[in-house]
């Protein structure tokens, strides 16, 4: 039983921790929120005043604005899509009996530690490029002409590259909730005559709800600013260009660091809502 000097003591020892994670993340933030107020323009004399609101209406009435916004969104929902239904038939595979199922699995959820931007740069020269390209040579095997992928089908590519990176991460954390089914269910289930689709239906799915949920919430979160597979590839040109993208090409490509942080600033504000959105819509399974 906890003491109320133990539990002094407890948090005199957290505080530390505490007091750096707060400054770690409300540094940068008010740093953010201060510039976007400013007009600063660092090769061109820095600070140079106050801005108010100008900053934010610029951004937002930016005719790249909006587009970007819904790049985002698309390449969210597309990877989700892929990671969580591919996730779940990876699982269930996964979760057989079968020769060298350790080794597969690692092989599996080996493209999870690849970094973003040697993936990229993988799927860019060794798959997508359109004369020496995986692809391209398997296109011609069939006497097809071989499709330009970062230009024709830049949209859908991205979204392949970004699956194949969170696939694995789905996959480990729907394989884990699958192993902790109840066997005994299934096999009740199986000797009452219920086909294997309506197990899956009724048993095993809502099983997996709350571990979908998990798979959701948090790739969503860091999807939202992906950026580095968006930059290797096609350099936000061909209709790629994110949120976060765009907000690098004010920062950097234009240095407007008050105009980049008030893009900063709506894009925490995109993260927020969608995360609201969604612990509403799916957060109930985690209770």
Do not use: C
């Not at 937002?60 to 990671?83: D, E, K, N």
């Not at 973003?116 to 692809?135: C, E, H, R």
């Not at 809502?206 to 949920?213: G, K, N, V």
């Not at 968006?230 to 209709?239: L, Q, S």
Request: aromatic share 12%; net charge neutral; proline share 5%.
């Amino acid at each position: 039983m906890a003491t109320k000097a133990s539990r002094s003591a407890a948090r005199l020892m957290m505080a530390p921790a505490v007091i750096l994670l707060l400054g770690w993340m409300l540094v940068p933030l008010i740093m953010t929120l201060w510039f976007s107020f400013r007009v600063y323009l660092p090769l061109r004399g820095g600070d140079q005043g106050w801005a108010g609101f100008d900053n934010y209406i610029r951004f937002v009435t930016s005719s790249a604005f909006w587009p970007s916004v819904q790049t985002t969104l698309i390449i969210v929902l597309g990877v989700l899509a892929i990671t969580v239904i591919f996730g779940i038939l990876l699982a269930l595979l996964l979760d057989q009996p079968m020769w060298g199922q350790g080794v597969v699995r690692i092989l599996v959820i080996a493209p999870f530690f690849v970094m973003p931007t040697v993936s990229a740069l993988v799927w860019k020269n060794m798959f997508m490029d359109p004369v020496n390209g995986l692809f391209a040579h398997l296109w011609r095997f069939f006497g097809a002409e071989p499709v330009s992928w970062l230009s024709d089908a830049s949209l859908p590519a991205i979204v392949m590259i970004v699956s194949w990176q969170w696939l694995p991460f789905a996959t480990l954390i729907l394989l884990t909730a699958v192993q902790s089914l109840d066997s005994e269910q299934l096999e009740a289930a199986e000797m009452d005559g219920a086909p294997i689709v309506k197990r899956f239906w009724f048993i095993v799915l809502p099983h997996l709800s709350r571990a979908i949920t998990i798979v959701i919430l948090i790739q969503t979160i860091f999807l939202l600013a992906i950026f580095a597979e968006i930059f290797v590839t096609t350099g936000g040109a061909f209709g790629t260009r994110t949120l976060s993208y765009l907000i690098f090409q004010r920062v950097l490509e234009s240095q407007n660091v008050g105009l980049g942080s008030a893009g900063g600033v709506y894009a925490i504000i995109l993260a927020n809502i969608v995360a609201i959105f969604l612990m509403r819509i799916v957060g109930k399974n985690l209770d």
